[in-house]
């Protein structure tokens, strides 16, 4: 399954949040850039690379970024991915953006999303301008490039981003 | 201490999942720990595709690595079988894809030290 190209149109999504809200790209459409993230509870992966989104999270929050965790894996075989363990970990971690739970996978499936963590930045007309890995390591202590920093930083500015395209690393998304 | 005194080759069972793109540094690391220890070892490696071959082999995640039959990381042999990335608790607690290196030199001594 191919992710959706460059200057695609972010696919649309009405999700329930771990914060008892229902999330949907229109509700964010006001912001001047989206940064949605496919990542899960259980994978690795998306365990090491967890406090570095959360903290981008909260840098971007005062410059209008929205940024939102979709967890699409399936629970039945995956239980440490269960909405409810979504609640758990949202809340044992302070989660300062929101947390949805993509039941049935069609947004996975619509933004073609394979691996968690998996990143897709939209500009203000939510047109993909970056897409793939967080930065390059998954072991912080060894980061040389900040990927999606660096590319949300050049969507503020109305740049294109040095790096549009990297090969995101984790576990796959778990398919029914 | 030789770590190869008296003693034939270990015996390394080397367990991945496809899917999970941590084996390659896995290996690496363990090959690399070998020369570092001048361990003689002999390295089995199960591909597990399937869920029944995850029971069957009580796979936690890929990478998993067995020395002698012994799990290098004990708190995490016991987990759920499972078709995933096997998640590694480090010192200074960061959860990460791969064992801290450290983790893989004790076990090694370990090993070899039970076999003396």
């Known amino acids: 399954m191919a992710a959706i190209s ?38 690795p992966y998306a365990k090491a690379w967890e406090d570095r989104i959360l903290d981008i999270g909260r840098d971007y929050k005062e410059r209008d970024v929205s940024v939102v965790a979709i967890n699409s894996n399936n629970a039945v075989e995956y239980p440490e991915d269960s909405f409810d363990a979504m609640k758990e970990r949202a809340t044992a971690k302070n989660y300062p953006i929101p947390y949805l739970y993509d039941e049935s996978q069609a947004v996975a499936r619509a933004y073609g999303a394979e691996r968690t963590p998996e990143v897709f930045l939209f500009d203000a007309d939510r047109n993909l ?10 072991d912080d202590s060894k980061v040389k490039n900040q990927y999606l920093r660096d590319a949300i930083e050049a969507v503020l500015d109305g740049k294109d981003p040095a790096e549009t395209q990297t090969a995101a690393v984790g576990c796959t998304i778990k398919w029914k | 201490m030789d770590l190869n005194d008296r003693n034939p080759a270990l015996k390394i069972d080397f367990l991945w999942y496809p899917e999970c793109p941590s084996h390659p540094q896995a290996r ?79 076990a090694f001594h370990k090993a070899t030290e039970a076999r003396v």
């Open chain 1, 6 to 43: 460059l200057r695609s149109i972010a696919p649309a999504f009405d999700l329930p949040g771990t914060d008892g809200a229902t999330h949907s790209l229109d509700g964010l459409a006001s912001s001047k850039a989206l940064v949605v993230v496919f990542t899960c509870n259980h994978c």
């Open chain 1, 129 to 138: 301008r970056y897409h793939g890995l967080v930065d390059d390591d998954q």
């Open chain 2, 28 to 106: 690496e690391m363990l090959k690399g720990v070998l020369r570092e220890l001048d361990v003689e070892a002999e390295i089995t490696e199960h591909v597990v595709e399937t869920q029944a071959e995850a029971d069957a082999l009580a796979f936690p995640g890929s990478p998993t690595i067995r020395i002698e039959g012994a799990d290098i990381d004990s708190d995490g042999a016991g987990s759920r079988p499972a078709l995933t990335c096997r998640t590694y608790r480090w010192k200074d607690g960061r959860f990460q894809p791969l064992p801290e290196r450290s983790l893989l030199v004790s």
